[in-house]
């Protein structure tokens, strides 16, 4: 009767662990939804952005953007590394650290720093790598406004010249059971090609020169705000993912307990049926 007793226990302990990931998917559903509108109403005006700042850009003389563009020998690198504060989402977290690790030991002769934005990254990369900032309270009001002082800082590190190069690594929202790693570089701005830029008959005022200084800052903090809710709506996904497989594993398990426990509980009642049988033959002889 004890391993009855140990059997029960077990199938307890799977039932609340059962619950507690059919409840967590279910709060990541409903909070996939509103991050997943926020992602995909802001895509479509940054991608209309950077392709307003390219066309411009293109079909002037000269360099333009002049600290923004400027090409330097790769020496030290700032990656900004955008995972979650919490955990049980699957592998969400550990593929933007393999991503960073992986970058770093391809590149031995260049110095690499790390600006985390999200605990998990914080936690496991400050083991490896210099973490020169933690910018994870982000994730409990995250607005344009904040996200634009991270780029802000992040340029006037760029422009002092402490880094020659800063990358941004984070999870794209492709749907709720897809995320793609990607590694984007945010400073310096890549050249653009004229070739590339789409002929318009458009009057400026002011000058394409002054539009395309004003566009860039712009540009920036827009892409480290589409990257970070990238991030944010990725990570509901994964973790209504794994919830979602947590709780088939546990059914699948509990099913499994259950099985057990009626075998043998029915051995246990055929064995105490043969000993009365067999008590009752040993009197009657």
Not at 55 to 80: D, F, H, I, M, P
Not at 137 to 151: P, R, S
Not at 186 to 214: C, H, N, Q, R, W
């Amino acid at each position: 009767m004890a391993n009855l007793k140990e059997i029960r226990n077990r199938i307890t302990s799977v039932s609340s662990t059962m619950q507690i990931t059919s409840a967590m998917k279910m709060v990541s559903a409903a909070k996939l939804k509103k991050a997943q509108d926020a992602i995909t109403a802001m895509r479509p005006y940054a991608e209309k952005l950077t392709e307003l700042l390219q066309n411009l850009s293109a079909t002037l003389e000269g360099e333009v953007g002049g600290a923004y563009t400027n090409q330097r020998e790769v020496k030290k690198v700032l990656v900004v590394a955008i995972t979650s504060n919490r955990g049980l989402c699957g592998a969400f977290n550990t593929n933007v650290i393999k991503e960073v690790k992986s970058i770093t030991e391809k590149n031995q002769g260049i110095q690499y720093d790390v600006l985390a934005i999200g605990k998990k990254g914080n936690d496991v990369l400050k083991k490896t790598h210099t973490i020169v900032d933690n910018q994870s309270a982000i994730f409990d009001n995250l607005t344009f406004e904040n996200a634009a002082e991270i780029a802000e800082a992040l340029t006037a590190k760029f422009f002092a010249g402490d880094y020659d190069r800063i990358e941004l690594v984070y999870n794209q929202f492709k749907n709720a059971a897809t995320q793609v790693v990607k590694t984007e570089q945010f400073l310096p701005l890549a050249p653009i090609a004229k070739g590339e830029a789409v002929a318009g008959d458009y009057i400026f005022e002011p000058s394409k020169e002054e539009i395309v200084m004003t566009l860039i800052p712009k540009s920036l903090k827009t892409q480290l705000f589409k990257a970070i809710r990238d991030s944010f709506a990725a990570e509901h996904g994964a973790r209504m993912t794994a919830m979602h497989k947590a709780t088939d594993n546990a059914t699948e398990l509990r099913n499994q307990l259950k099985l057990t426990y009626n075998k043998a509980r029915q051995a246990a009642i055929t064995g105490e049926i043969l000993e009365i049988v067999g008590g009752a033959e040993a009197l009657n002889g």
